[in-house]
């Protein structure tokens, strides 16, 4: 099963089992829309009690987690979901797991490599690239440098302006 990473748990909060939690979606409320969530390394689903927002992170209580003790030993570990409870994104919008690994070429057909990563640059986001020698090149996410995604054929197409893949 493939899992979608969601938050990051950063350490406990309090005594009755809260956990804080920095969001790794973009849609804070996207966790008011799931009923459980597991946590990375454990094999069981974690039904969620309570979420409160908060300006930097999230503190997260799950049923029949109501001591800080239960909880200790998920700090670091990441909140993951399946398949099955991936949102329906809009169009020309796309998971950041769907991105990484697919082969990049520009328009004229050169190979340039795989995105390796994907770096939160303020508003947009920057696909890292990495060629077979090595070599990163970093493209901005935005229409006029990547006219076309495809996920079907696991390719991505650049329109590289002078100066930016050398």
Do not use: C
């Not at 009755?16 to 008011?32: N, P």
């Not at 409870?85 to 082969?103: F, H, M, N, P």
């Not at 690239?129 to 076309?148: D, H, L, T």
């Amino acid at each position: 099963m493939k899992y979608i990473k969601v938050g990051k748990i950063l350490n406990t909060h309090g005594i009755k089992g809260e956990v804080k939690v920095l969001s790794l979606t973009d849609y804070d409320e996207r966790f008011e829309e799931l009923e459980w969530i597991y946590i990375e390394g454990v094999e069981k689903k974690f039904y969620i009690n309570s979420i409160k927002y908060r300006p930097k992170n999230l503190l997260i209580s799950f049923k029949d987690y109501d001591d800080i003790n239960q909880v200790e030993k998920f700090k670091g570990k990441y909140l993951l979901i399946d398949e099955s409870q991936k949102r329906v994104l809009a169009e020309d919008t796309y998971y950041i797991s769907d991105i990484i690994g697919l082969e990049v070429y520009t328009a004229e057909e050169e190979y340039l490599g795989k995105v390796v990563d994907i770096l939160q640059a303020g508003s947009s986001e920057v696909y890292v690239i990495k060629n077979q020698q090595g070599k990163e090149v970093m493209i901005p996410a935005v229409k006029e440098f990547i006219p076309e995604i495809s996920l079907e054929t696991g390719r991505i197409i650049v329109k590289p302006i002078e100066g930016m893949i050398e």
